[in-house]
């Protein structure tokens, strides 16, 4: 997790975020009993154009039922083995197939002759569709056989951004994939505004660690109820049970002022012993040993030690984000242990890199949302530039729908209205949003973006006031 750590595989001298992308793949790889690196397709999906997707499959297959991925290679399987002579053996890529079968032989094959990031897609095209990520029958594929697209890296670029640069972006279908409103529901997650994450994300402050505080932040200021950490654990365990995935990222800054903190304390020095790599450090943290979880817990419950802008602010200046500080930190500390207790839906998601936001999008899709809406996922990396990227017409279903969620839950919820919840939540999501992008974003561009099936519009939308 360090800055000066090796990573594995180790790849010669790496930039930050290039080290970071390759502990993730790493960590997200799944070993089939057969030694198949199989890759989920919600990881796929976010990656862009940082990884290569390369489908196998016959001709009449990439136009038929199944379609294809928007922005893969197409490289007969009898061909396969050629990527072997044609790319980089750190370049990453995922193979698919129909169901896995044929591009997990592939993936084996090619790891056996030296290449050490190749991933097949779990569960192949039928996973993909099934999952609600969205895919097309275009024939433009056909005329590309085994022809592999010029990938640039991406580095970092501070230059300023533009209508036109911003269009070229999200109409990359390699930047930019879709995922059904009916499935981000089902496995979803918001990701935070944050610049950093060059992922395709659906934004929203704090992602959904943000919007859960401000939830019970609104619920207090609604009811005049103060939750208990008891109350706490269960509403958010409860949460995980009805809505799946659950976001909360941190920074390699951050973690790494966390690690010293922990490295000082002589408590933890047998604990600690022999963790020095990045994916050591993500399984520690993972799952500390049980006798010194509470140890870790007192360290990482700092505000310095927490790498998401929006969720550290709320906590420091809890009257003004209208959250108690100590709500943050019992949700913080009942996240960690429900993590620890074997929560896979709660995800702690360090990113790298400094802030160098250039602008703040507005992603929105033209008309109401329905359960088919596909909604795009967009990378807040624009060839290089970071952007801060939110999807307020998401988030305020999703809002609805947190709500709704919370009334239900008459055990550990006052009995409060519907409108009543709900104007306050909202007051309170504008307030938060005012003092955070005040203070990370004041004085940038505003551009908002209308997707509609098969159009993107971007317009200027003024600054963000400071």
Same mark, same amino acid.
Not at 32 to 48: D, K, M, N, T
Not at 100 to 124: P, T
Not at 222 to 229: D, M, P
Not at 289 to 298: G, T
């Given at each position: 997790?360090?800055?000066?750590?090796?990573?594995?595989?180790?790849?010669?001298?790496?930039s930050?975020?290039?080290?970071?992308?390759?502990?993730?793949?790493v960590?997200? @790889?799944?070993?089939?009993?057969?030694?198949?690196?199989?890759?989920?397709?919600e990881?796929?999906?976010? $990656?862009?154009? *940082?990884?290569r997707?390369v489908?196998?499959?016959?001709?009449?297959?990439?136009?038929?039922?199944?379609?294809?991925?928007?922005?893969?290679d197409?490289?007969?399987?009898?061909?396969?083995?050629?990527?072997?002579?044609?790319l980089?053996? =750190?370049?990453? @890529?995922?193979?698919?197939?129909?169901?896995?079968?044929?591009?997990?032989?592939?993936?084996?094959? &090619?790891?056996?002759?030296?290449?050490?990031?190749?991933?097949?897609?779990?569960?192949?095209?039928v996973?993909?569709?099934?999952?609600?990520? #969205?895919?097309?029958r275009?024939?433009e594929?056909?005329?590309?056989?085994?022809?592999?697209?010029?990938?640039?890296?991406?580095?970092?670029?501070?230059?300023?951004?533009?209508?036109?640069?911003?269009?070229?972006?999200v109409?990359?279908?390699?930047?930019? !994939?879709?995922?059904?409103?009916?499935? +981000?529901l089902?496995?979803?997650?918001?990701?935070?505004?944050?610049?950093?994450?060059?992922?395709?994300?659906?934004?929203?402050?704090?992602?959904? #660690?943000?919007?859960f505080?401000l939830?019970?932040?609104?619920?207090?200021?609604?009811?005049g109820?103060?939750f208990?950490l008891?109350?706490?654990?269960?509403?958010?365990?409860?949460r995980?049970?009805?809505?799946? !995935?659950?976001?909360?990222?941190?920074?390699?800054?951050?973690a790494?002022?966390?690690?010293?903190?922990?490295?000082?304390?002589?408590? +933890?020095?047998a604990? +600690?012993?022999g963790?020095?790599?990045?994916? %050591?450090?993500?399984?520690?943290l993972?799952?500390?040993?049980?006798?010194?979880?509470?140890i870790?817990?007192?360290?990482?419950? $700092?505000?310095?030690?927490?790498?998401?802008g929006h969720v550290?602010?709320?906590? %420091?200046?809890?009257?003004?984000?209208?959250?108690?500080?100590?709500?943050?930190?019992m949700?913080?500390?009942?996240?960690?242990?429900?993590?620890?207790?074997?929560?896979?839906?709660?995800?702690?998601?360090?990113?790298?890199?400094g802030?160098a936001?250039?602008?703040?999008?507005?992603?929105?899709v033209?008309g109401?949302? %329905?359960?088919?809406?596909?909604?795009?996922l967009v *990378?807040?990396?624009?060839?290089?530039?970071q952007?801060f990227?939110c999807?307020?017409q998401?988030v305020?279903f999703?809002?609805?729908?947190?709500?709704?969620?919370?009334?239900? %839950?008459?055990?550990?919820?006052?009995?409060?209205?519907?409108?009543? &919840?709900?104007?306050?939540?909202?007051?309170?999501a504008?307030?938060?949003?005012?003092?955070?992008?005040?203070?990370?974003a004041?004085?940038?561009? @505003?551009? =908002?973006?209308?997707?509609?099936?098969?159009?993107?519009?971007?317009?200027?939308?003024?600054?963000?006031?400071?």
């Amino acid at each position: 997790m360090t800055d000066a750590d090796p990573l594995i595989p180790p790849i010669g001298v790496l930039s930050q975020a290039e080290r970071m992308f390759r502990v993730n793949w790493v960590a997200a @790889i799944v070993r089939s009993p057969s030694g198949i690196p199989l890759l989920p397709a919600e990881f796929v999906a976010r $990656q862009g154009r *940082s990884v290569r997707i390369v489908d196998l499959r016959r001709p009449e297959e990439l136009t038929g039922a199944l379609g294809h991925i928007p922005g893969a290679d197409w490289v007969p399987e009898e061909r396969g083995l050629s990527l072997l002579d044609r790319l980089h053996r =750190d370049a990453p @890529i995922v193979l698919v197939s129909r169901g896995g079968e044929r591009a997990g032989e592939l993936a084996k094959a &090619l790891e056996r002759a030296g290449m050490r990031m190749v991933g097949c897609l779990e569960g192949g095209m039928v996973s993909w569709k099934n999952l609600g990520f #969205a895919t097309t029958r275009d024939p433009e594929i056909l005329e590309r056989p085994d022809r592999l697209r010029t990938i640039e890296p991406t580095v970092p670029n501070d230059a300023e951004l533009t209508v036109e640069r911003i269009e070229r972006h999200v109409g990359d279908p390699s930047s930019v !994939r879709f995922l059904k409103l009916a499935a +981000l529901l089902l496995h979803g997650r918001l990701s935070c505004v944050d610049g950093r994450d060059e992922s395709g994300v659906v934004g929203t402050l704090g992602g959904d #660690a943000g919007e859960f505080l401000l939830l019970l932040g609104a619920i207090e200021r609604s009811s005049g109820k103060r939750f208990t950490l008891p109350e706490v654990r269960a509403l958010f365990s409860r949460r995980l049970d009805a809505m799946g !995935r659950f976001y909360l990222h941190t920074d390699v800054n951050s973690a790494n002022a966390f690690i010293a903190s922990m490295r000082a304390d002589p408590r +933890l020095e047998a604990a +600690l012993e022999g963790i020095s790599e990045s994916l %050591q450090w993500r399984a520690f943290l993972m799952g500390p040993p049980p006798e010194v979880r509470d140890i870790v817990l007192e360290h990482m419950l $700092q505000p310095a030690h927490l790498g998401c802008g929006h969720v550290r602010m709320m906590w %420091q200046n809890s009257e003004r984000y209208g959250v108690r500080a100590e709500l943050t930190r019992m949700f913080l500390q009942v996240l960690m242990q429900a993590r620890w207790g074997g929560a896979i839906e709660a995800e702690f998601v360090p990113l790298a890199g400094g802030h160098a936001e250039r602008a703040v999008l507005q992603v929105h899709v033209e008309g109401d949302l %329905q359960s088919f809406t596909p909604i795009p996922l967009v *990378s807040p990396s624009c060839d290089g530039t970071q952007m801060f990227v939110c999807h307020p017409q998401v988030v305020a279903f999703l809002r609805r729908q947190l709500v709704a969620f919370a009334l239900q %839950q008459r055990a550990l919820v006052p009995a409060i209205g519907l409108e009543t &919840l709900t104007a306050t939540l909202d007051e309170l999501a504008g307030a938060q949003a005012a003092a955070t992008l005040g203070v990370l974003a004041k004085g940038l561009p @505003i551009f =908002d973006v209308i997707h509609a099936p098969g159009v993107w519009e971007v317009r200027d939308g003024g600054r963000v006031p400071g």
